[in-house]
């Protein structure tokens, strides 16, 4: 979540692919075209984005209240059936001297891409815009290789140290007849 500093930080800085801000508390197309880019994650940050609502493009607070029913209209933008499949996405108020700001924070998606009415959206730098097909290919790349089980995913951080060597010696004695196992030379050798 979100906290008072690291909203301030992110009000002082410049919009970016991961920030977006807006005066207007009733475009439901604008909002869940920047939601759908940020779940679409193109630059491939792997960290949250956000929408900040009541705030003008300066940094500047508009004087929004955030009421209850801009929060829930919001939160429902996740599941409303537009954007699909569905992002994953917290919304909260931040109230501070000049004003309130809504915060949508988007984690980026496991299974892009995401779609919204149909059409994939992504953040080129501070601007959002519709994916070409170069754009989609390199997404559903993406999708592919995240959506291998858990044990065929590479282990990057793993050593040779790191293995159960003796559970799988155990096993290959069970699994391989010992003759094929003595004319095989293992890189890694297993007593």
């Known amino acids: 979540m979100l906290n ?3 909203l301030i930080a992110l009000l002082n800085d410049t919009e970016s692919d991961r920030i977006e801000r807006t005066v207007s508390v009733k475009d439901t197309d604008k909002f869940c ?7 679409n994650d193109f630059p491939n940050h792997r960290q949250s984005a956000f929408l900040l609502i009541g705030v003008k493009d300066n ?4 004087g929004l209240t955030v009421t209850d029913e801009l929060l829930k209209d919001l939160g429902g933008i996740r599941s409303d059936g537009n954007i699909l499949p569905q992002p994953a996405l917290t919304v909260s108020k931040h109230s501070l001297d000049k ?13 892009p891409p995401v779609r919204y009415k149909g059409r994939v959206w992504i953040r080129v730098g501070p601007r959002k815009s519709v994916a070409n097909e170069q ?12 959506s ?14 790191d293995l ?3 559970q799988f010696d155990a096993y290959r004695r069970e699994a391989v007849d010992a003759e094929t196992i003595g004319r095989i030379t293992a890189p890694f050798p297993i007593n």
């Open 148 to 161: 291998r089980s858990f044990d065929a995913r590479p282990c990057l951080e793993a050593a040779i140290d």
């Open 164 to 166: 159960a060597l003796g």
């Open 4 to 6: 008072e500093d690291s």
């Open 33 to 39: 075209q920047a939601v759908c880019a940020f779940a």
């Open 135 to 146: 754009e989609e290919r390199i997404l559903t790349e993406r999708r592919v290789a995240l």
């Open 99 to 111: 004003g309130d700001v809504a915060v949508v924070e988007v984690t980026p998606s496991d299974l």
């Open 59 to 62: 940094g500047e607070l508009s």
